[in-house]
């Protein structure tokens, strides 16, 4: 157990490619310990959270968990009330932070890839809280580990991977965290928003890691057969041609009816926030599991924040 805890003290969290099977599971099992309150922590140091897009879920988690671990935060929500606004560099932002003696940044962020260009640059961790529509890997944490607590395993599920593909950064982050597993994964869209069509040559990720999947535009086709559908929603603000998104908006809406001949244990995610894909009717089902699956991203952000800033070996 001590050795997970090295291999996760002060890592950059950049992609869900970084990481291991092992260090997941470590992952979960420091997370359940916090939502079963098994574990405390005093950590005592400071994390910083620039948020340079909108988020509910993601900066309050994170906040929320540093507060709960004995961390100090500061940073903001917005940047539309820093000096961003007046023309300032993303770069020079953080120097500031490091300057009032930040132990960690945790960064949302329009440009892919800057995450990793700032870990360069800079000797505390950076955290990826979202970068554009390229990666979001401590939501595909959270979401595993929504799935491992449901199921108490992950190999050999049918896990449905729908909606926008192509704009999302969920779905690419959590396939990633999957590949570990023998699981079957079912890409679900229309043709415009397939993961061939991505930016990031996740698609050839795949293939190279050998991961079973198929691609089909039908939900009703596989969802029988499924033990998690994996709901996002259509990305409008990312469409470089808002005639493209007419094209696809409200292709699938799932509601209480479509569950009628899904498997018993069958449950229904979603990173949130939804618009329409899954109707309310759903979420008074024994099926619904979003609400809870943001539960745990604060459990999740707490095991990692502990664990990247000094979690204390455990032998
Ligand atoms: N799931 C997620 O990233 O939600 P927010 O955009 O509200 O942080």
Redesign the pocket.
């Known amino acids: 157990m001590w050795v997970c805890i090295k291999e996760w003290k002060n890592r950059d969290v950049i992609s869900a490619k970084d990481f291991s099977k092992k260090e997941f599971l470590f992952l979960f099992d420091v997370a359940k310990k916090f939502k079963q309150n098994k574990l405390k922590a005093n950590v005592g140091k400071t994390v910083t959270l620039l948020f340079f897009e ?6 309050n988690s994170f906040r929320m968990a540093a507060h709960k671990i004995g961390c100090f935060t500061d940073g903001f929500a917005s940047a539309q009330t820093t000096s961003v606004v007046k023309g300032e560099s993303t770069f020079d932002t953080l120097k500031m932070f490091t300057g009032y003696g930040t132990d960690c940044f945790v960064i949302r962020h329009p440009k892919a890839g800057i995450h990793r260009y700032l870990a360069e640059r800079f000797d505390v961790p950076i955290i990826n809280a ?1 970068d554009d529509s390229h990666e ?1 890997p401590t ?1 595909a944490m959270l979401d595993v580990f929504t799935i491992w607590e449901n199921f108490g395993k992950i190999d050999g599920l049918k896990i449905g991977i729908m909606g926008d593909l192509r704009y999302g950064r969920t779905p690419s982050s959590l396939s990633y965290v999957l590949s570990n597993w023998k699981v079957k994964l079912y890409f679900i869209a229309p043709e415009l928003l397939q993961i061939e069509k991505r930016l990031d040559n996740m698609e050839f990720f795949l293939q190279k890691k050998g991961v079973d999947y198929e691609k089909i535009s039908n939900y009703k086709d596989v969802l029988n057969e499924l033990d998690v559908l994996y709901v996002t929603r259509i990305q409008k603000e990312r469409f470089p041609d808002l005639t493209e998104y007419e094209k696809v908006k409200g292709s699938y809406v799932i509601t209480s009816k479509d569950l009628k001949g899904v498997k018993k244990h069958f449950i229904v995610m979603h ?3 939804r618009v329409n894909e899954i109707d309310t009717s759903v979420d008074n089902t024994p099926h619904a599991k979003y609400f809870e699956q943001a539960k745990n991203g604060l459990y999740v952000r707490m095991a990692l924040l502990y664990l990247i800033l000094g979690g204390s070996d455990e032998k």
Do not use: A
Not at 54 to 59: E, M, V
């Open positions: 909108p988020s509910t879920r993601t900066y979202g979001h939501q990173p949130l926030p």
